[in-house]
Each structure stands twice: as C-alpha cells, then as structure tokens.
C-alpha cells in the first residue's frame, strides 16, 4: 500500500480547482505522511488546497488528479514569545495567528484562509504598510519538493543570511514549486491601542498622509463609480499617542476618529471580474481615476501602491476592461493580475499579463518540477 | 589606476593594509586555511604570472570591448584585489575588469560564458565572509565605476541606484527630501549597493527596519550567460517567482546586479538615544528582554560587554560609564507621543533589570557620541589586541544569558579572551576572538573557537551567519544548519540561473556540484562526477 492508497479518497462535488474536477483529494496529517503521498503521486497532476478562499484565483490547471488539502497539517507548533517568532503548520488558520497571546502575525487574511495558503498566494491586506507582506514576515519554511523530498530553508531567527532565500521563491508561487508543510512567521507585539480615521477624501490626499510622518500602519482608499472616494487610516501605538496622531489626522484630512474601520476594510472590492493593480505611489489617483472611470470598484493599500479593482463581467466588455485597466498599470509602473473571473470569460483573458525575467521563472519551475505536475498552467506565462 | 579610487580595491589594496572590518592594527587573521583554499601557488607573491592561453583571449577580447585601461593583467595591479574585507584568505585573480556600464558587464560575463571562464563580482571589497574573493582562473568584475544615482523619487518612495554607488550616499541623496535608506551595515561609508544586494546586508537598525531584501523592490541583473533582465520593479508584488527575492543575498552566484531600485523610508519625526549600564551582562540581556516582552520595537538594541567597553574607550575615548559589565545601547525612532511613551518604559525596564547609569543624548552630538564607541568597537579591539577573528552568528534573544555564558567558558577553556559587541535586540552576535599571532598554533586555535561558537549558535536554533554572509569563510559551516537535500534545493535554484557554474563558484555550497545537463533529470554521469571531482545535482 502505497501513501497514495492510504490517504486518497474519490473527489466530491466540491472538489475542483477553478472549474477542473479533481479525481481524489488527500489530506495528510503531517510533514513525513505529506512527503510520503507527494512522493506516491509522482505520477499525478496536483493542486494543493488550504482554506480554498483563494483557489478561484488564477487560470484553471491543464490537468487534475489529486488535490492535496493541508487543513489537517494544523497547529501552532511554538511560540516563542520572547523571541518573536511562531512555527506553525501550513493548514493552520491565521485567524489564530492574528490572536496569539499578546502578539500577532501581522498579515491580514480573510476567514478561513491558511499560512500555507496565504503564503503560497502572497496575499496581503491594509497592514502591509507598516508590517510588509508574507515575504517579509516568513523567516523560515518547510516545503515537499515535487518529487516528494523533505527541504527546508530559512531558520527560526529573524536575521540571517545563510544560504538562499527560498522561501521568498515560494511566497506567491502558487503551490507550483512544491507543497508548503510548516511555515516559521516573524511576530508583533499586539499594540495596545489603534484607531481608524475616515474621511471623503480624493486618493491624492494620500500624499499627505504620507507627508505627515504619522507612522500609518495603514493608509487605504476606497473609490466606487459615481460616488466620493473615501480615505482610511489606521493608527496604532500607545493609547496616548495613538490619541494625539488620531486627531491630528482626522485635521490633516478633514475626517472622523473611528474605533472601527469603514465596512470596504481589507475586503475585496464587489464584482465577479477582480483585478490586482499595482502601481507606484504618486500615480495611485490616476491608476483610481482610470479603474473607476471604467465602472470598477477600487479598494486598497494607497500607501503601498496595491489595489483592487472589482467589475460585474457582465456590465460591459471584460476584455476591453482589463486591458484597459493593464495599461494603466503598466503607465503607473506595475502591474495588473486578474484575479478573478467567471468560467466564460476566463479562457479568453490572459489573466496574469507580461512578467518580467519569465524565462528565468521557466528554468526555475523545469528545475523543481521537470515533469510540470503541480499546479500546472496555474501561474505566469503557463507554469 | 583603480589604485586611486576610493570605493575600489584601494581599501584592501597591499598585504599590509588592514581590512575595512578592521581598520586598525589588529588585522583579523587566521593560519587555518579551510579545505577548498586556495592553493599557495597562487598566493606566494613574486611568482611571475602563468596565464593560460584562454586567459589572453579573453584579455584580448575584453580590451576590444572595455578599453585597454579598464581592464587589467599586470600583477601588481592584479595584486590590489586579491582579497576582500576577510583578509585572511587571498588569491590573485586571472583578470580585473573594471565595467562602466550595465552592457560592458554583460559583454564581460558573455564573454566568461563563452571561454568557461569564471568570474567573481566585487563591490567596494568591504565583505567580512570572502564573498568577493577573487578566482585563480578567472575575472574580478568589478562594479565600483558604476557609481551613478540615476533617479530619487521622493513621492514614489524610490530610488534607482547603479551597483558602486556607496549606501551612505543613497541616503545623502534622499536627505533633501525627508527620506533614507534605511539599510545601515557598519561599513556603510565605504560599502556599495551592490555588494549590500549580494550579501543582503543588515546592519543596527535591522531589528525595526529589516534588511537589504526588504528594501530592494527592483534589479536589473547580467545572467550568469550574460544576459540583462529585469526582476521585480518600482511597484511591489511584481507577478511571477520573486526572483529578486532569492537574489539578494545569493553572494553572487546567480549573477551581477547592474541596477537597484531601493525603497527610500521617511525620516522618523523623532530619535531618542539611551545608554544603560549594567553591572553585568546578564542584566543587559534581562532588559533587552524585557524591553521586547513589554512590546516595544526600538530601531536598535546594541550590547557591548566590559572588554568591548575597555577596547572602545582605549581607542575613541567615548566615556562610558565606569565600571560597566556591560551597557546598552537602544534607541527609538517614531512620532514623537509614541516615542516619549516607549522611552519612559524602556528607562524604567533598564532600571529595573539594575542599570546602575542612565544617560540619554540630548542632541545629536550627544547621539554620534554614545554610537562611535559601538562603531568603532571592532577596530578598537585592534588596541588590547595584536589580533583577532570576528565571528557573525545568530541566536534567539531568549537564549542571550546562556550563550554568553558558554562563549565564555569555551574561550576560558582555551585560554582566548572574547569581546563582545553586538545586536541583541534580534540575537545577532559578532563575538571577537582575540588572539597574537606570532604564538605559533594560536590562530588555528582561535579559529577553532571562534568555529565552536558557531555550533553554540546552531544548538540554540541559531544561524551561522546574521549578516556578513557565507562566502568562502563558512560554506564549510553550512551542513550544521542544511541537510544535504535543503543544500541541493538551493543548488536547484543555482543550477537555473547558472548551469555552467561560473558565478562565483566555490562560494556559499560546501561542496563542489555540477548541476544535471537536463532539469531535475539525474541521466549519466558526468565526466567530473566520473572523475570524483564532483557531484551531479
């Protein structure tokens, strides 16, 4: 009996990645019974499952046998508090790790979302302004390479340079690499206080906030078609400060101290076409302008230069949106990655755009994964 | 000529001349060359230059393409870069190149490509690891005539750096506008951005700021086939594998970076420096904790122990409390309500772990004051000793009391006294070893030490080095950290972006591997791994 035969069972109706039926799912309880059945499936085309808030994203694979599914490769394994750190299974929900005891992993994700999955989709939400993103937080990782052997890179200390940064070419590679099983995240005090400052306000006020040195651990806008945009602020610290600097930007932008943040917070902006846009600061009003300009909702870290668009497909030629929305983008200097998009419309965009240094990625994805069996077609360029 | 530039090879130019880690008499040094040394032939000086044929092609051919002065081959001239900012090891390399352009580099390592010829990059040669240690065979690149600044875009929170360009100088050029680079390694009036990438250079601040990696957001490389491409860009979340992100810090190996995009951080609105002394070292690592436990991020946490404190005040006369065990460092940057708050905690947690002495800068003067016996720490350690190793590890702050103690013993048993200077708010040990070299066997002894305190890092869930890199002075360290299959998944990633091995070959891996001609693929074997000279991977 192989792994294989131990932990596979027929898929279900929900089993499917992006519209593709699985023909069995298994999920593996830890790193040896995990490394057991990626090295049974040898033969098999794998899509690995966390929390499945994200498994929309993306283009479809080319082919699917199996869908490993991590949520039983759950816990926290330690915390060391006085060290700042956290080593935890892949399947566990940052829900928890948003509440460890006095600390948190500073990296917004929705409910039900995983470390594993968070980080193998680089997502991130409003904190990443002061906390940075799943690459700045993840010190150490374990992952199964595609032909089933156990590695690990990084450590369980904040600083250190020894060897290659692997868990950075993990981070946002879409389970195309190999099979996250244990993550080690850098940590943050809880702060003892925080506040939200809302405000009508156009995106270009987001200079100032910026300007002002107020140590935002947020700076986010929200924008919809035909109404004001608004601005939020999110101020953390010691009760006193967090008090003074609060005021002080609810002056700066002609706003409201808020104990709770505005409803639009960190969620993706409405519509079944989502559209990741990027760009760099001083052109995150026109990248807004442009993408609402179309009839698109817009949401997002204006401090960091990362949105999110959302648009009805059916409102209008999709297409033509996206292309629109790219080429604002890539005037702002980044980028714009469909998220989301319903089956009919998926296969006619090209849903992760022109990437720079891709024939590099190809050569890295032929190293891991020579036979193309995870995540296949999923990621940039068809990797 | 490259003997008159000041970011180049004239820092670590003669024998004599004294490490930039160093800078004064006490020269780190050790007579223990680790396996995969270079052989002696190469080093014995007045050997006259054998070169190959293949070698005088290439001179031949990069003079076409570089100019007859940028490229160099007399011995001598070869001579001024035969070592790093690690003197220790040194080898003089086949061919100095001296690029004045992105496309020259390219030209350069086309042309290593093309004859098989190795080549090492070098910045400003300030590395404390041997990663810019030249190739006997091969070409020093070096990447200090591209020393422009090409755009700072305040509004943007970027800059856009060729690789010579010196750290500090980022940071003088975003001043006007209220910003820095926050990256701020000890060397950082002489280091470049380049070397900073390839080492992924930490520095004091590090604790609150993060790294090199985490301030670079754009590059543009020359491939290890010569070839220009651009990873990352000035907006975050660049689609694809964050190959920028397995770059910085790759020492190196995976090819030359020709342009950095930096992310310039606003200049905090205010900055409070404290020195604590301690009668001991254990209440210094008692209030470090304390100070992270109660929730505060300062920008940095430095401690020096009491034979750190004595060399720094022999050298710089920086007036430290007497009598100190130990002292503290921290300091706090931020809005000034948030900063007056932490600042009153941490005095209080100081007190309370028994400072015996509280000062606090006034103004900036009394700040640079209380920093130049930190910076100067290692040089000073030069006075009370004629030599010593400095040594970088890692270990969690929780585990501060216990290592130190057994640093201490290990060394006592041996009879070396060990300086103490480091960054213990995130763990960061540079425990210096000091040793006289005219003692035969002494240096191969402190090396051993200095080697056995690595292990001391490894036990407690450390690493073998926090920011000086691997290089050619710890690859030999690395499998007390890596199993053999995390060491092949590295080489996976090395094997994409240089098959052929040329990239500073001999750094970061223990051990020599060929990568397998067809991805992933293990087919026949190849004629080295026939010929036991290698591994396939």
């Known amino acids: 009996m192989s792994a294989l035969d131990d932990l596979a069972v027929p898929a279900g109706d929900d089993d499917h990645v992006a519209g593709v039926p699985a023909h069995l799912v298994a999920a593996p309880a830890d790193t040896a019974q995990a490394a057991a059945l990626v090295a049974a499936a040898r033969d098999l085309h794998v899509v690995i499952r966390g929390g499945g808030t994200k498994l929309h994203w993306g283009p479809p694979p080319r082919a699917l046998d199996l869908i490993i599914d991590t949520r039983r490769l759950t816990g926290v394994v330690e915390h060391a508090a006085g060290d700042l750190i956290t080593v935890v299974r892949a399947g566990t929900p940052m829900s928890r790790l948003h509440r460890l005891p006095g600390q948190q992993l500073a990296l917004d994700a929705p409910d039900g979302a995983t470390a594993g999955g968070t980080v193998a989709a680089n997502a991130s939400g409003p904190r990443r302004l002061r906390y940075g993103t799943a690459r700045d937080l993840l010190i150490g990782i374990t992952v199964i390479r595609p032909d089933g052997v156990v590695t690990r890179s990084g450590g369980k200390v904040v600083k250190n340079v020894a060897g290659y940064d692997l868990g950075k070419l993990y981070t946002g590679a879409f389970g195309t690499l190999g099979l996250i099983t244990e993550c080690v995240f850098r940590l943050h005090p809880e702060p003892a206080a925080h506040s939200f400052v809302r405000a009508k306000a156009p995106p270009g006020q987001a200079a100032r906030v910026l300007a002002a040195q107020p140590a935002a651990s947020a700076l986010e806008v929200h924008a919809v078609p035909g109404a004001d945009p608004e601005l939020a602020v999110l101020l953390e610290g010691t009760p006193a400060g967090v008090r003074d600097r609060s005021a002080e930007m609810a002056r700066l932008l002609d706003g409201e101290v808020s104990a709770d943040p505005p409803p639009w917070w960190g969620a993706m902006p409405p519509g079944d076409v989502t559209v990741k846009l990027t760009g760099v600061l001083s052109q995150v009003p026109a990248l807004v302008a442009t993408a609402v300009g179309a009839g698109a909702t817009v949401s997002g870290s204006a401090g960091a230069g990362v949105l999110h668009a959302g648009f009805p497909a059916d409102g209008g030629d999709p297409h033509a949106r996206v292309a629109l929305l790219r080429a604002a983008a890539v005037r702002a200097g980044g980028h714009a990655v469909v998220l989301t998009a319903p089956d009919g419309v998926r296969p006619a965009l090209d849903m992760w755009g022109p990437v720079p240094g891709l024939a590099l990625m190809r050569r890295v994805k032929d190293r891991f994964d020579p036979g193309h069996r995870f995540a296949p077609g999923r990621f940039v360029g068809g990797i | ?537």
């Not at chain 2, 390219?106 to 990663?131: E, H, K, M, N, Y």
């Open chain 2, 1 to 537: 000529m490259a003997a008159d530039e000041p970011t180049s090879g004239a820092l670590t130019s003669g024998s004599g001349t004294p490490a930039p880690g160093a800078l004064t008499s006490g020269t780190p040094t050790a007579g223990t060359p680790a396996s995969g040394t270079p052989s002696s032939g190469a080093l014995t000086p007045g050997t006259p230059a054998v070169r190959s044929p293949a070698i005088d092609a290439l001179a031949a051919r990069l003079r076409d393409v570089l100019g007859q002065g940028q490229v160099l081959t007399d011995r001598q001239q070869l001579r001024t870069y035969e070592c790093d900012g690690l003197a220790q090891y040194r080898v003089v390399p086949a061919l100095v190149v001296l690029p004045r352009t992105a496309g020259q580099v390219a030209a350069v390592v086309r042309a290593c490509a093309d004859g098989g010829v190795p080549f090492v990059a070098r910045g400003s040669g300030t590395g404390l690891s041997g990663g810019a240690l030249p190739h006997a065979d091969g070409v020093l690149i070096v990447t200090s005539q591209l020393r422009d600044i090409l755009a700072v875009r305040p509004a943007d929170e970027r800059a856009v750096v060729q690789p010579g360009v010196i750290n500090l100088q980022v940071s003088r050029a975003a001043e006007p506008y209220g910003y820095y680079y926050a990256p701020d390694p000890s060397s950082q009036q002489i280091c470049s951005i380049g070397g900073n990438v390839a080492e992924n250079a930490g520095g004091a601040h590090c604790l609150k700021y993060g790294f090199t990696t985490n301030h670079v957001t754009g590059l543009e490389i020359v491939t290890p086939d010569g070839e220009l491409v651009r990873l990352g860009g000035d907006a975050p979340d660049t689609p694809g594998y964050d190959l920028l992100g397995a770059f910085v810090g790759s020492e190196g190996t995976l090819g030359i970076a020709t342009e950095v995009t930096v992310r310039l951080t606003r200049l905090p609105a205010t900055v409070r420096t404290l020195l604590a002394a301690f009668r001991t070292v254990d209440q210094a690592s008692a209030a470090t904790s304390a100070i992270i436990a109660a929730g505060v991020v300062p920008a940095a946490v430095e401690m020096m122990d009491a034979l750190a404190v004595e060399a720094a005040e022999a050298a710089v006369h920086c007036d430290y409390p007497a009598g100190a065990g130990a002292v503290l460092i921290v300091e706090l940057d931020g809005p000034a309500a948030e900063v007056q708050a932490q600042f009153e905690q941490v005095t209080r947690l100081c007190d309370e772990a028994g400072a015996f002495e509280t000062r606090v800068a006034a103004d900036d003067t009394e700040r640079q004051l209380i920093w130049r016996g930190r910076k100067s720490a290692f040089a000073a350690v030069g006075r009370i000793s004629p030599n010593y190793l400095v040594q970088d590890g890692v270990i969690p702050r929780t585990a501060l009391p216990e290592v130190l103690r057994r640093i201490g013993e290990v060394a006592g048993v041996h009879g070396f006294r060990v300086a103490n200077v480091f960054h213990a708010g995130d763990g960061n040990l540079h425990p210096l070893v000091l040793f006289d070299d005219s003692r035969p066997g002494e240096a191969e002894r402190a090396e051993s030490v200095s080697g056995a305190i690595l292990e001391l890092c490894i036990e407690h869930g450390g690493s073998i080095t926090g920011e000086h890199g691997v290089g050619m002075d710890k690859s030999r360290y690395m499998p007390l950290m890596f199993s053999a299959d995390d060491l092949e998944t590295m080489h996976l990633v090395r094997c994409a972006f240089d098959p052929d091995g040329l990239a500073n070959p001999g750094k970061v891996f223990p051990t020599p591997r060929l990568c397998g001609e067809r991805p992933g693929v293990h087919s026949g074997a190849h004629p080295l791994q026939e010929a036991g000279l290698g591994e396939v991977f």
